[in-house]
C-alpha cells in the first residue's frame, strides 16, 4: 500500500509564502516523475509544477518564478515552496507520485495525496 500525505497548506495574505511537503510510505520499488496539483473552488483540478527523479523541473504558466518544486530522493519527500502568493492561488493542494510498486511491474501507478488547503486573502 503506497500512501501520500500533504502538509502545511494554511492561510495567510497576498504576499507571504508557504512550503508544501508531501511524503511518499508504504511498500515499493521506485518513485518516479511527482508533482503537485491544484483544484481552486469551483474549478478543476490543474498542474502545478513537476520533478523527475534527475531533478528536471516543469511548471504550469500561471507559477511565474513564483513556485519552486523540489524532491529528497533519500526521504521520498516532494516539497513546493509558495512564494508572493495571491489571492487566485487559494486552492487545495494535491500531491502526485509515479510508484513502481514492485520488481514484477514494469510501469509506475499514479498515486494521489487527499490535498493540503491554501487560502491566500487580499
Known amino acids: 500500500q503506497v500512501q501520500l500525505v500533504e502538509s502545511g497548506g494554511d492561510t495567510v495574505q497576498a504576499g507571504e509564502s508557504l512550503r508544501l511537503s508531501c511524503t511518499v510510505s508504504g511498500t515499493f520499488v521506485t518513485i518516479g516523475t511527482m508533482g503537485w496539483y491544484r483544484k481552486p473552488p469551483g474549478k478543476y483540478r490543474e498542474f502545478v509544477a513537476s520533478?523527475?527523479?534527475?531533478?528536471?523541473?516543469n511548471y504550469a504558466d500561471f507559477v511565474k518564478g513564483r513556485f519552486i518544486i523540489s524532491r529528497d530522493n533519500d526521504k521520498n519527500i516532494v516539497s513546493l515552496q509558495l512564494n508572493a502568493l495571491e489571492p487566485e492561488d487559494t486552492a487545495t493542494y494535491f500531491c502526485n507520485a509515479e510508484v513502481r510498486v514492485n520488481v514484477y511491474m514494469d510501469y509506475e501507478v499514479d498515486y494521489w495525496g487527499r490535498g493540503t488547503p491554501v487560502t491566500v486573502s487580499s
Open positions: 520533478i523527475k527523479t534527475d531533478g528536471a523541473t
